[in-house]
């Protein structure tokens, strides 16, 4: 099973079934911090739906498109990172993850994306992962400059949140040669 170790006594894993009625639980109690940034926390899913959206991260899974993983501290769920597709042709993902409320500040997150882009460059041998952020989600922008990222420049109305409400995204990306996995794989190989 797909697992990553994470400081602090937390850990990444993939979603089981089992998981629908507590992250949709997670989903409802920071529905109003999420929808601000992120179309589907706008429409209020159902715990059926939650258990779908499991269903189809497996699926990506099993299909060789990335995954989707739960950030868990002391065994509960308190937040999600994933991949949203991988571009095998051109080496390149995209990333995007959420965070309950009471869980920020803490690193766990920044960890958590340390990790998923250790693998992207490390086990998957990709070129580029992507990150993009509404300009004005400060916190989530912060994750991807305190790991290097680079700003390439902001996206105009790139997003729609809901009815005419649409998101500017600020571009963030880090190439494998930038990336100090792959530094240090290119290292090991000579």
């Known amino acids: 099973?797909?697992?990553?170790?994470?400081?602090?006594?937390?850990?990444?894993?993939?979603?089981?079934?089992?998981?629908a009625e507590e992250l949709h639980?997670?989903?409802e109690a920071n529905?109003?911090?999420?929808?601000?940034?992120?179309?589907w926390a706008v429409d209020h899913a159902t715990?059926?739906?939650?258990?779908?959206?499991?269903?189809?991260?497996r699926r990506q899974l099993e299909e060789n498109g990335g995954f989707q993983m739960a950030l868990v501290a002391d065994d509960a769920i308190i937040g999600m990172?994933?991949?949203?597709?991988?571009?095998?042709?051109?080496?390149?993902?995209s990333l995007g993850y959420w965070l309950r409320e009471e869980a920020e500040g803490r690193g766990a997150m920044t960890d958590a994306v340390r990790a998923l882009t250790d693998h992207a460059f490390g086990?998957?041998?990709?070129?580029?992962v992507e990150i993009r952020a509404d300009v004005h989600n400060h916190r989530s922008r912060a994750i991807a400059e305190r790991l290097g990222f680079q700003l390439e420049g902001t996206l105009r109305q790139a997003y729609r949140i809901s009815g005419e409400l649409y998101s500017d995204d600020a571009v963030y990306a880090m190439l494998a040669?930038?990336?100090?996995?792959?530094?240090r794989r290119e290292t090991s190989s000579r």
Do not use: C, K
Request: charge should be positive.
């Open 177 to 183: 040669a930038d990336w100090p996995v792959a530094q």
């Open 47 to 57: 715990v059926a739906q939650t258990l779908e959206f499991i269903r189809a991260a």
């Open 81 to 93: 990172i994933g991949f949203h597709a991988i571009d095998w042709q051109n080496r390149a993902t």
């Open 25 to 27: 639980e997670l989903i």
């Open 1 to 19: 099973m797909l697992s990553f170790p994470l400081a602090g006594g937390r850990r990444l894993r993939l979603l089981e079934e089992s998981d």
């Open 31 to 39: 529905r109003a911090r999420l929808e601000r940034w992120m179309a």
């Open 123 to 128: 086990e998957w041998r990709l070129n580029r």
